[in-house]
């Protein structure tokens, strides 16, 4: 099964992929505690809401509200780099979190990114969705064909 720091690996790796090439490579997401002051720019990434249940018998169903936080280098001169930050979010998580080479995560069913300014900092959230397999059965050795020698005597 999926975990959730897989999850916030992927979704930070695809941050940080879309900021290539941008001025604000070089900008990875942090997860210190920002008691001793925000550090600027920075970007930092939370799980506000998790939803998890059975689908069915065989599969786990998971949406993740995703919350993208983005401290411009200047609080004071922040709405340029906001709205370049802002359209660089909106556009990479409309594509889904590739979290395994086998397994991505989409948009869940409204499919939005919201992104608004609160006392000037970026915040961007938008849900991912996804079903797995419950039960994980590639470890087991296949089942190979069985010889069995049945004496059975029909007496009665």
């Known amino acids: 099964m999926i975990k959730l720091n897989e999850?916030?690996?992927?979704?930070?790796?695809?941050?940080?992929?879309?900021?290539?090439?941008?001025?604000f490579e070089g900008i990875?997401?942090?997860?210190?505690?920002?008691?001793?002051?925000?550090?600027?720019?920075s970007i930092r990434v939370i799980f506000?809401?998790?939803?998890?249940?059975?689908?069915?018998?065989?599969?786990?169903?998971?949406?993740?509200?995703?919350?993208?936080?983005?401290?411009?280098e200047n609080k004071d001169k922040y709405r340029?780099?906001?709205?370049e930050m802002q359209d660089i979010l909106e556009n990479v998580f409309l594509e889904d979190v590739k979290v395994t080479d086998t397994f991505y995560m989409p948009l869940a069913e409204d499919g939005e990114v919201e992104c608004e300014v609160v006392d000037t900092v970026l915040q961007c959230s938008f849900d991912i969705y996804s079903l797995e397999d419950i039960y994980d059965d590639s470890n087991l050795e296949p089942i190979e064909e069985i010889e069995l020698e049945l004496n059975v005597d029909n007496e009665e």
Request: glycine share 4%.
């Open 28 to 41: 990875k997401p942090t997860a210190i505690d920002f008691t001793d002051g925000i550090p600027r720019p």
């Open 80 to 83: 340029n780099d906001n709205i």
């Open 48 to 72: 506000d809401n998790s939803r998890t249940g059975k689908f069915n018998s065989n599969l786990k169903e998971r949406t993740l509200t995703v919350r993208v936080y983005f401290y411009a």
């Open 7 to 23: 999850i916030r690996t992927a979704i930070n790796n695809t941050i940080v992929n879309a900021l290539k090439g941008t001025k």
